[in-house]
Every structure is written in C-alpha cells, then in structure tokens.
C-alpha cells in the first residue's frame, strides 16, 4: 500500500471523483483535504465505517459492474487494488467509462498477473526443490485475497482500447524485494486480519519497535530495489 500510496500522491485528479471500490476510506483519509464527492462499495459495513472518516460527500452501496450514476458524471475515477476482486472486468471497464466525461481519466492499480512469483515462500519452496508447495502456496494466496482477476500488459491494454479508453501510462510500481517482504510479514498480520472479521475493521496495536523495524527495511527496499516490479498503475483515458 506504501508505495501505491506514493505514485497515487503525484497524480492530479480533476473533480468530481468517484473512488471505485472506496471500502472504508483509507486512501481518501489519507489524500484529500477536501472531501472526495461519490465513494463507491460493494459492502454496507465498510461504507459505514468510511462515513465515520467524513471523507466522502456521498457514500453509495452498488457493485462496480453495475453503476447507478449518469452518464458523463464523473471526471476522474480512483480504484486501489479493487478491481481484481471482480469478475467480468470488461464490464467494469465499460461501466466507468460511461459515467466518465470524455477525456476523464480512470487511475488503477492492480496486481499483475505474475506477481506471485516474486512471494518469499514459493521462493523458499522452490530453493529447496518443493515446488508443489510453491504452486499450492500461490494459488492459496490469490484464493484468500480473492484474486479474480489478474491480467499482463498487453491483456490490460486490449481490454482498455476495446472498451474505448486510450492508455495514458501504465507501469510496474512495487520492487521485487518489496512483494517478497509483503510475503514474509503476511504471519504477523494475521492477528489484525482476524479482528477485521470479529469487529469489521483492522485494529492494530501499535509497536514503536516494530514500526521502526518495518520503515527500515521498506526504506531499504526503496533505495537499494530498481530492478524487476509488480503490480500495475495505469491510467487511461476515455475517448
């Protein structure tokens, strides 16, 4: 999410915006001063938390692939790592594009379609000739995150062109060390995922040592990774 959230900060979105797949608010708690106009989920319980947060000027219940807006009613559209939870993405796609005025600008971001083969334990299975666990482990890990639909490059663009939008930019944002770092930590956030279930969100204990731990190696992650990524960014335009 860090470095999502970093690439995300640069990008100028012309209002008004809809955040696609907003869950309870955490990127427009995090970005904007002002409140975000349309904030979009599938789940009534984080919309609820996110109207808590008074980030939103409306928060409305829909699904992604069915969007009770207007045409032409939004000029920018955010989704963060939302739209690989859906099926049929040529829906979603053709969605947006009918609610974005012309020459809005829809900005994504998604795992590729290979990202699991950077995960620090298919690695480690792999290295030690296991790789019927390597591929057990990966297809355990799009299982539990819901991974429905994951994509390449030239997949994302045929998608994009064939439902009329003109791919502005689209790139690899997450360096290699950082998805195996992501993998290796995933025991420890167990705890806060098991709460999320219990309570409806994340509850996180703070640990200034832990937190020190965790900014270090990201930050070295950073400095040290420019190598092979994952994860796409992708902006588009509609025509």
């Keep these: 999410r860090a470095f999502e959230a970093n690439e995300l900060s640069k990008i100028d979105l012309k209002r008004p915006i809809l955040d696609l797949g907003c869950g309870y608010g955490e990127f427009a708690g995090v970005f904007y001063d002002a409140s975000v106009e349309v904030g979009v989920d599938l ?7 996110a109207a808590q947060n008074k980030k939103y000027s409306e928060l409305v219940l829909a ?3 069915r969007l009770p807006f207007p045409d032409s009613s939004f000029n ?5 790592s939302v739209i690989e939870h859906i099926k049929n993405t040529r829906k979603i796609l053709s969605e947006v594009n009918r609610v974005l005025t012309s020459g809005g600008k829809f900005v994504f971001t998604t795992p590729d379609k290979d990202f699991t ?4 334990y298919p690695l480690l299975f792999q290295s030690l000739k296991l790789n ?6 990966k297809k355990a890990v799009n299982n539990i995150f819901k991974h429905d639909s994951l994509y390449t490059e030239p997949q994302w663009r ?3 062109k064939g439902t009329g939008f003109e791919v502005e930019r689209i790139e690899k944002i997450i360096p290699r060390k950082a998805v195996m770092l992501w993998d290796f930590l995933l025991v420890f956030a167990l705890p806060s995922q ?13 640990n200034e040592l832990r937190i020190k731990l965790v900014y ?4 070295n992650v950073v400095k040290k990774d420019s190598g092979t990524r994952s994860n796409f960014l992708i902006i588009a335009r509609k025509l």
């Design 76 to 80: 920018s559209i955010l989704s963060v």
């Design 132 to 137: 019927f666990l390597a591929e057990y482990y």
């Design 158 to 160: 045929k998608m994009l």
């Design 117 to 120: 083969s950077f995960l620090f």
């Design 216 to 219: 270090q190696l990201l930050t």
């Design 43 to 49: 789940s009534g319980r984080d919309l609820q938390i």
């Design 63 to 65: 699904d992604a692939r």
């Design 194 to 206: 098991i709460l999320k279930l219990i309570f409806g969100k994340r509850i996180v204990i703070k």
